[in-house]
């Protein structure tokens, strides 16, 4: 219950990542496990699902892209803004040999994710150089789609390759549904145990109102993290997802949508 | 031999809990979900004219006695529905096909064109916010009639249940109203308006500013509402509203309901909560000597 009442937030600081993402770090730390999610609340604007990329204190790392991220990236170090949560399922944190692949912004959902893990591999996928983040903060294995640093090729295309020299327990991955799909795949060819975070359009954030549904599943309530039990039952993981007006419709119509 | 099953208007169901339209509801699987966790029957969410998009977040909040949300009736419109009704249309157990319009011709546009799908049962949806000018349709009783009305002449033999709203004057009236215009049966009730403030905000909690209260806070709102109208109407009533275990749908039968609706209490309770309450059901009828649901429907009353 106490969860649920809307919870001041102060910024302390703003961090310029790269030319269009910045991290709101908070004053008050958030009790969260990785992969779980808060609501944030700009008041007579809206709210949205933001995972913590960082946890003591709290802090969302953010991409200018709608309306909401607009009005947020107007706000000012001292600026107040709300939070409900944490809400979901996380990633269950093995003790064991990981990969985290994580795809654009994804990354930040999994950053607290790695910092629980002991050594992991991380791969980290971004279209070209300049939207690249968190360089300094994690050892990571960079791909650009555009080839500007780091491995030439796509961020599943390095998975296979590390795949085949080693072996490993689990693969954590958080980005591009399509992307994830493709995690999802490789890990099954390789009899791996996967777990995906998953995004869809959410309203009440608590599994009630049916708005992110995938299938027969809630992604605010059973997920968003789900594993490859769940994944493989979820045929509607990697092709369809649902409008805020709950029209069920292509991946790829519904992220011209979300973007 | 212990009695779960009750019946709506000649449908059977094998117990009496009824998933609530607007709680997940939002597509086939998920129906499915709920039978396949005990649920008697399910409500799928609002069906609209045309589609819509609803109401910007937060749209559904925990205030600490209840949920109040204006999720804001988004739908993707009937015309675009087809391979959800078809899929819907294949369910064995009963499912209740909610509709919502802001004219009565849009309630018979949309049950024109469900109908070939074979609906055991078209829930009216006239207690949201929906009409043109922000009314209810339940709000007056000529209203609910001519909706009624309209809807039974369209729909055939399909049972139709309108769902009133709990902010009138006299809900039993307009539950008598809707009787004489041909419903096979009531839903009492759907959420109770409020509002609440987030003081350190100073802003409404809900984007709307204005909602609808649901959940335990409002449990004796419905069964008042639910005593008042099984003192004046002869067809069933689903009682909804408030109900998180057995002893709370027990009561709601004790007024007047053939079968209870669950909404809020699938957040309180998880998706469970459709079977806890039916073995709760069924440990009490064992106590009390009970064989059959339909000796203790209205009870209170005598």
Known sequence: ?259 | MLDLSTSIAGVKLKNPTILSSGIFGTSSELIKRAFENNAGAATIKSIGPVPREGNNNPSVIDFGHGLLNAVGLPSPGYKNMDMEFNELSKIKEPVIWSIYGSRIEDYVEITENIIKYNPKIIELNISCPNKENGMLFSQDKECAADVTKAVKNAANDVVIIPKLSPNVANIAEIAYACEKAGADAINAINTVQGMVINIDAKKPVLHYKKGGMSGPAIRPVAVRCVYDIYEKVSIPIIGTGGIMNGRDAIEMIQAGASAVGIGSAVYYCGIGVFGSIVNEIKEWMQENNYNSIKEFIGIAHK
């Open chain 1, 1 to 259: 219950m106490e969860k649920e009442i809307q919870k001041k937030l102060t910024i302390k600081q703003i961090i310029d990542e790269n030319y269009k993402t910045k991290t709101f770090l908070f004053n008050e730390n958030i009790d969260i496990k990785p992969g779980q999610f808060i609501m944030l609340w700009l008041p007579s604007i809206d709210e949205k699902p933001f995972s913590l990329s960082y946890k003591n204190p709290a802090a969302v790392t953010v991409e200018l892209k709608g309306n909401f991220t607009k009005e947020l990236f107007k706000l000012k170090q001292g600026d107040n803004l709300f939070y409900r949560g944490p809400f979901g399922n996380g990633f269950t944190a093995y003790s064991k040999k990981a990969i985290v692949i994580a795809g654009g912004m994804g990354l930040a959902g999994v950053s607290l994710l790695v910092e629980s893990l002991k050594d992991p591999i991380v791969i980290f996928g971004a279209k070209q150089k300049k939207d690249l983040f968190f360089t300094e903060r994690f050892k990571m294995d960079i791909c650009t789609d555009d080839n500007s640093i780091g491995y030439k090729g796509f961020a599943t295309e390095r998975l296979k390759e590390i795949l085949k020299q080693e072996k490993y327990d689990i693969i954590y991955t958080c980005g591009p549904e399509i992307m994830m799909k493709t995690v999802f795949d490789i890990a099954e060819k390789y009899k791996i145990k996967c777990e995906a975070s998953l995004e869809r359009f959410m309203r009440c954030g608590i599994g009630v109102c049916g708005s992110c549904a995938c299938r027969d599943k809630l992604v605010c309530k059973d997920g968003p993290v789900f594993s490859s039990d769940d994944l493989r039952e979820m045929k509607d993981f990697g092709r369809y997802a649902m409008l805020k007006n709950g029209r069920k419709t292509s991946l790829q119509e519904y992220h011209k949508w979300r973007s």
